[in-house]
């Protein structure tokens, strides 16, 4: 199995949520970011684009363009860091490498020029219902294809 997945094209990386609910400091980030490449980002496996490791982090829409700030010092151009969307980030001076918008409690998420997710459904543990219910093929594969063209 090993073998198998060091030649294959399927990559992972991390999902930091620290920042959903703390500021960590930069100092704190890029400690964060010295350890997954340590014993994690060199891997031939994890993520890369440009050469840079890839890692998504979740960050709540009241941190504003701190937020990217933080991120771009702790980071400087060794990471390839994809934020969370919020609103007029558009206008920060400081931009990540990209972004994504985190909605597995919306059938679709568009952010045209950035990400379109596609949630199967979804069901937090600590509720006596689904958010979203699940998504069936039919529905799945008629989002997929409207996502291709």
Known sequence: I?????????KWTVY?????HQNPSSDEIKRHLDYLKKWFAWRNTWAHINGKPVIFVYNESDGGCDVIERWSKA?????????KVFPDDEYCLYQPDHWHQYGPGD??????????????????????????PRVTQQDWRRIVHNMVV
């Open 2 to 10: 090993k073998s198998s997945l060091t030649n294959s094209r399927l």
């Open 16 to 20: 930091y949520e620290r920042e959903m």
């Open 75 to 83: 980071a400087g151009k060794d990471w390839y860091i994809v934020l």
């Open 107 to 132: 059938k679709v998420a568009r952010n045209p020029g950035y990400s379109f997710a596609i949630s199967p459904g979804f069901w937090r543990a600590d509720l006596p219902e689904a958010d979203l």
